[in-house]
């Protein structure tokens, strides 16, 4: 059960919004709901849910219904049908009490215009929630210092907003939220205002700030680039719907319609396939201290390979190629030691396939060991594999109609 679970959410704005649901499952656009009652359809029929300690995008483009869904979330926007859950507690049952306890306890939020108050220092800034909730002001200025020291503007707490950078400012607005100890962010297009090379800056330290607060965040983009950088799972949504959802490199694989096709066409696909996706999983390994030239050779031929990574107390420590073992044994050795190669390529799972290419480029043509961080074997790379991964992804992305130039 996730943290979040969303389920058949419908946001209608106008006077008849059961009238206009009713038209959108007889198969009306929202366009044409528009056109024939005047009523704007914010979210429909959205499911979807957040695990705990995740990043869910929520991308789309402009009026695709992104806040709207976000707000209805925390009840900011009151939705028109269908359920929420938070730690399994159905959020629209809630009354006008339990909905502000549940606010409290769960829910900061961050906006895309800062949304500072302009005559409160930077420290008076980021108390201002707790503020709101009642916290004592001893309590309030510890939570609000040790945030402002999370997002790196220790020392900033008595300057006013104006004499922020944006992305200061905007720091300022994660520390609001941090403050609030909620467990649960809501980041709508929160560093879409800043300008690029900060939004990069800004995207980094949230992943690192996320790394040691793991909250459940929610973060809204109309920025591919960013949705794959941060998102564990990205959502799409076109017209209030969410159209698809997965990692990027699902949604990246296979769009599930042109409209999902059109807004991953510019992606570099090297960049978002990560050596986990290309490997080819293996438990064909030599053991460096049990195996000797023969049993390391018998496995290269039960698993048709011509070369085989060697372990010593479960980490992989270099490869033997069958031609090796071959002469070791007619030689007579019993102990793969001698003709074990230790220059050998490892990376982690997640490691892109653009810096894959470079490695398996090298001379020996060796396969790239995918590795966990204890140095236990997860699955080789030739090039091979990961040329046809990004052909067939490559293919998918057009829809599966691969265009042939020959
Ligand atoms: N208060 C409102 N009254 C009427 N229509 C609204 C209101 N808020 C949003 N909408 C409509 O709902 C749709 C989704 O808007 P929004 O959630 O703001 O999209 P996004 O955040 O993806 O840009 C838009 O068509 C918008 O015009
Ligand atoms: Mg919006």
Not at 7 to 35: N, Q, T
Not at 355 to 368: D, R, T
Not at 376 to 403: C, D, F, P, R, W
């Amino acid at each position: 059960m996730g943290k979040i679970v969303v389920e058949k959410l419908y946001k209608i704005f106008g006077p008849d919004p059961h009238k206009a649901m009713d038209m959108l499952r007889e198969g009306y656009s929202k366009d044409a709901i528009m056109e024939k009652m005047r009523h704007g359809v914010g979210v429909a029929d959205a499911s979807f849910h957040v695990e705990q300690g995740e990043i869910l995008v929520i991308m789309g483009l402009s009026g695709s219904g992104k806040s709207t869904l976000v707000r209805c979330i925390n009840r900011l926007i009151e939705p028109t049908a269908g359920k929420i859950f938070v730690d399994g507690e159905d959020v629209t049952g809630l009354d006008k009490r339990g909905l502000r306890r549940f606010r409290q306890k769960h829910f900061g939020m961050v906006f895309q215009n800062f949304a500072l108050l302009p005559h409160r220092t930077v420290l008076r800034n980021v108390e201002y929630g707790l503020e709101v909730q009642g916290v004592s002001v001893a309590v309030r200025r510890e939570r609000s210092m040790q945030a402002l020291e999370q997002v790196g503007l220790k020392g900033w707490e008595d300057s006013m907003p104006d004499q922020l950078s944006g992305g200061m400012q905007q720091r300022v607005g994660l520390a609001r939220a941090l403050a609030l100890e909620a467990d649960i962010m809501l980041m709508d297009e929160a560093f879409s205002a800043l300008d690029p090379l900060i939004r990069r800056d800004m995207q980094d330290e949230l992943l690192n700030l996320q790394e040691q607060v793991k909250k459940t965040i929610v973060f809204i983009s109309h920025d591919l680039d960013e949705a794959i950088k941060l998102g564990d799972r990205i959502a799409l949504m076109k017209d209030g719907r969410i159209v698809q959802q997965g990692t990027a490199e699902d949604i990246l694989a296979n769009p599930a319609n042109d409209y999902v096709a059109k807004f991953v066409e510019d992606v570099d696909l090297a960049k978002v396939i990560t050596a986990g996706a290309v490997m080819k999983k293996s438990e064909t390994i030599a053991h460096l201290r049990t195996d000797g030239p023969k049993a390391a050779l018998r496995k290269m031929q039960k698993a048709g390979i011509s070369s085989v990574f060697v372990s010593d107390h479960g980490r992989v420590v270099g490869i033997v190629t069958a031609r090796d073992c071959r002469k070791a044994a007619d030689r007579g050795e019993k102990s793969l030691a001698p003709i074990v190669d230790r220059n050998i390529q490892k990376v982690l799972p997640d490691v892109q396939a653009s810096e894959l290419f470079a490695m398996l480029g090298g001379s020996k043509n060796y396969p790239v060991a995918v590795v966990n961080e204890d140095d236990h074997l997860l699955g080789v790379i030739v090039v091979g594999s990961l040329l046809a991964k990004l052909g067939e992804t490559y293919q998918g992305e057009n829809g599966g109609k691969a265009e042939r130039q020959d």
